[in-house]
RNA sequence: GGAGGAUUAGCUCAGCGGGAGAGCGCCUGCCUUACAAGCAGGAUGUCACAAGUUCAAUCCUUGUAUCCUCCACCA
């Protein structure tokens, strides 16, 4: 005997907290030992400087989905969540703190500063976990990872020295991007160009000889200190004679050369570039391919050094810069500046511009590891969603240019690599090293420098289950199996994951890449702190509920496109969620005191069959978007089927056996309304894991979790294709009925008689006279006549057409006709005559000239509505006329 | 300079070779004993533009326009 109900109203607080607990103290988020085959996901690691934003909530929310619709498949499935360190945005953050206390990270010191770091991380840590649980990610706490914790930093060491030994990781004198205010190295693709307004300075630069002068464009004349040469295209015919002649640089006494390199562009400024190799890309190669000299005129913290007059010295680049060009301009060597936009790098997570630097750096080179990248997505190893992706990833592993991985920073994994200060040598280890391998001495340094964050999380797939150690988890979950993630980190993470993991493992990290878009507010805006567009994740939970965002970002989340939201967007889960509720309610109410049969398929109505057919269709959808990551497809499909399909059709058609059927009657639909409830639960979990699961354990003959349940597979005894083709017909009979009720303006409680008229053909026909009593109440007729014998009188009658057969509405049952047209008639000539003065107003031009415009614009959508009115009433009287 | 994406209803977007769709908004009628966060019905579209391929094009090809993103780079 059932007994079982749900509270009124549908409120996601009741119960998501406390099912989440559930999912947790029953350990249903481990991998289920008995499961086939494995299963793998591992979480981008969201930074530990931050709180989650919208993009980790649409990032996780599908994960979740991927993760739950395997689990439940039977997978022995691992979701792996963790945190990253975050090198500069962490350090960064927490020296913001102390300057607001007037303190620099010196004033600490390197220990104190790590601790106090540590803090940092654990708060923040703190608050992205508790986000994830709200979201109801169903990662496995118990493998949760940091990429500072103690196996990780083992993993980052290892893979250092690994490198190193295989001649892939070296240290040089390099021209790399330096962010002064981070006071630290970056990697190429951590500057974000930015166009910006500028000046290109034409300077004089005499010859030594007195013979005169050249011209030279430059849009940094304050690195002119550093020049060792100007150079001119080799077949520039302007200046072939001048090549190998002595200028004077001014505003020193320095003499530097002409040389000829091709790199010049001769339809640039005036052909001629000076090359200042400490300063600029290009000048770096081209004074490497010359032998010059590179002249350092910057201090770590951006400020021109000893290597400049002393007039500059200390000064910032830009200050430098405008006393330069005064001086130039007045010492005569300014022939002219004009406006010059160009693209300035950027740091990018302190946004200062980047220089060009000349320091000590370590490198990663990167070619041979590209290959075997390369080689992976080509054997099909890797695959992204969509695949356009692939000619990005592509494009980028063909030019990729060696990784700086020093950072001048304190918060890192600290470069494993020991200098001996008494005999000089140089050691890199897996362990501390406190004695100097080559000389025995104590008296040892490790390198200052740590890694760049990106070097710990490209082992992310891998460190994460125990490498470098042969674990089982590594023996069991490697290679994972899918990696979402959005677009702007395939560069610095994904391509890096797959070199990294084919380079110490041998394998690629995952197989399916699912590149997913950015959310962006209603103006198609990037959601930024700085522009104060986001929507907090928490917030939308608040408001709506965990499952309602996770359903509307699914829902929203097509094939890797951008998705654009407001707080409104989530109304739409919000609601599904809520229709789910009602009618588990309506259905737990209905079923109180009755019992639980078998259901044999040959005992099915014909609307149960189809409704069964709709599920097995929906299954089938859910399964095939799954297989492609098409999760917009799949929540259409569960929103549908369950909306359209089981309340709007299924359920109303069963009232009639469900208030006045006999008790047997009454069992059996009760059985197969809980079935088809529990099987759409089983559907919709992923999609929305927590209403789902809270109905499901109220739900007769459920037992356990729903997370743990097997998914609904396509029942064959329960397909029944021509039904479902019947019930289509009918349910377009209805739909003629009802459409001509509402345009004839027919209240609900006005019945008319209806006459179907089949055509000899027709295949609906005996489903018709079968189902006449649940068509006559859906169409709200008086009474149905299946009229085979067209013997029926219908020449009164509001006909239609549709295929296969004829309907009837005899609404002259329902209303007057004739006093209808009247009434109609009476209103068309109220509103012509309201329009007429309108008119009368409108045509008249003082009227037009002298009232305010408000009052024009008044009179016009005055005159719009008397038109739509008129119009619409004659329609009306031409259809009534008709009948 | 190179690559990619977008352009479909008022808004946000699905649809990837034969029927133009969803959610929101709008209009009409309904508090029908689950849900007004609802039910029923309805209006709104030269599917950016132009050519081409095809029996058939929103969908494929080529061009054009506008918007966006990424990569490279201009001294």
Redesign the pocket.
Known sequence: MISTELSK??DPKDFEQRIYSQWVKEGAFHPDENGKEHFTVVMPPPNVTGILHMGHALNNVLQDIIVRYKRMKGFKTLWVPGTDHAGIATQNVVERQLAKEGLRRQDLGREKFIERTWTVKEKHHGIITSQLKKMGCSCDWDHERFTMDEGLSKAVREAFVTLYERGLIYKGQYLVNYCPKCGTALA??EV??E?MPGM?YDVRYPYEDGSGYIT?????PETMFGDVAVAVHPDDERYKNIVGKLLCLPLTDRKIPVIADSF???E??T????ITPAH???DWECGRRHGLEAINLLNPDGTLNENVPEKYRGLDPVSARKLVVEDLQEQGYLVKQTPHA??VGHCYRCHTVVEPYLSDQWFVSMKGMAEKALKALEDKDIVFYPK?WE??YI??ME?IRDWCISRQLWWGHRIPVWYCKDCGQMTVSRTDVTECPHCHSHNLEQDPDVLDTWFSSWLWPFSTLGWPEKTEDLKNFFPTDTLVSAY?II?FWISRMIMASEEFTGKAPFRDIVITGLV?D?Q?RKMSKSLGNGIDPIEVIDLYGADAMKFTLCY?A??G?????DM??F??G??FA??IW??T??LL?NAEGRNLVSIEPDKLTVIDKWIYTRLNRTIETIDRAMDSY?F??AA?GVYSFF?NDF??WY??ATKQRL?NGSDEEKDLVVSVMIDLLSQSMKLMHPFLSFVTEEIYQKLPGSEGLLISQQFPSVRPEFDFPAQEALVSQLQEAV?IV??AR??L?I??EKKFKVVIRPSENFTGTALFEEEKDLMSSFMGASQLIIDKSSSEDVSSAYPSTALGYEVFSFVREAIDVDAEIKKLESEIEKASKSLEGTMKKLSNPQFLQNAKSEAVAKEQGKKAEFEEKIRKSEEHIALLRKL
Not at 561 to 565: H, N, S, Y
């Open positions: 109203a549908y190429d693709d974000e160009y166009n290109l030279v464009a430059t849009t940094r010049v562009e001769r640039f400024g052909g001629m570039v000076k600029d890309p290009n160009h693209d356009r000619n990005t494009h980028w030019n702007d560069f962006r209603k198609g929203l097509a094939q496109q951008d998705v654009q939201i409104d967007s109304k739409m919000s609601r809520n229709k009602n009618a309610r309506f109410m098409r917009n497809e259409q909306w309340c709007d359920v109303e208030f739909r009802r459409s509402s345009q303006s209240a609900p």
